[in-house]
């Protein structure tokens, strides 16, 4: 059973600039999750996809946004990237909405 | 949203020593998990535990939901069990909470 995985491992982006990162789920799972892991600090929910509809979403700005695809994997975009963006994202699966989730290795993300 | 607090942040102990490390929640859940985060950030699943009490190896569990807190016990420590040990939480299913986290140093 495969894991969730998560691409690329490491990003460098200028100001400004837009990024898309990338989720597999876990086979057999539906939902996905994401969240921004600022240095020293526990991990932020930034928004739930389930079976392809967005299910909850933390406070972070519309420039987040997500989609996630008929077999379940999912993309986190940022438009418009400002330095405060510089991050570990992860990523994690789970059966459903309120089951164990399942954490993917993360995106590490700098802006310049 | 659901405050989640941790304590204690920062913990030094001898390798062999037991420790307990405290969530506490300021409103009810229905999904309460457990991680130990490694050095390459890899978030890795203890428990699983909205409610009672699990027991994996050397480390347990206990969630007593009613009172909005749960903790995990480490017994035995070694020097692998080192890295940062992350609370979270949710309702609803649809949003969740993590703690800031209790880092954790075991020394040989």
């Known amino acids: 059973e495969t894991g969730v995985t998560q691409s690329p491992t490491h990003l460098i982006k200028t100001r400004g600039q837009q990024v898309t990162l990338r989720c597999s789920s876990q086979?057999?799972?539906?939902?996905v999750s994401w969240y921004q892991q600022a240095l020293g600090q526990g991990p932020q929910f930034i928004f739930q996809?389930?079976?392809?509809?967005?299910?909850g979403r933390g406070n972070f700005p519309p420039r987040f946004s997500g989609l996630q695809f008929p077999n379940y994997s999912s993309e986190l975009n940022v438009n418009a990237l400002e330095l405060d963006d510089s991050a570990l994202y992860l990523c994690?699966?789970?059966?459903?909405?309120?089951?164990?989730?399942?954490f993917g290795p993360g995106t590490r993300l700098t802006v310049l | 949203g659901i405050q989640v607090e941790q304590s204690p942040p920062d913990l030094i102990l001898q390798e062999g020593a037991n420790s307990t490390l405290r969530c506490n929640f300021s409103?009810?859940?229905?999904?309460l998990q457990w991680f130990h985060q490694n050095p390459w950030g890899q978030l890795i699943n203890l428990f699983y535990?909205?409610?009672g009490t699990k027991q994996n190896g050397r480390l347990s569990a206990t969630t007593v939901a009613t009172e909005r807190y749960s903790l995990l016990y480490i017994s035995s420590s070694q020097t692998t069990d080192s890295g940062v040990y992350f609370c979270?939480?949710?309702?609803?299913?649809?949003?969740?909470?993590f703690g800031t986290g209790t880092s954790l140093t075991v020394i040989p």
């Open positions: 996809y389930y079976r392809e509809e967005e299910n």
């Open positions: 979270a939480v949710g309702k609803n299913g649809n949003q969740f909470y």
């Open positions: 086979s057999g799972h539906n939902t």
């Open positions: 409103d009810s859940v229905n999904n």
């Open positions: 535990i909205p409610s």
């Open positions: 994690a699966s789970s059966p459903d909405r309120a089951n164990e989730q399942f």
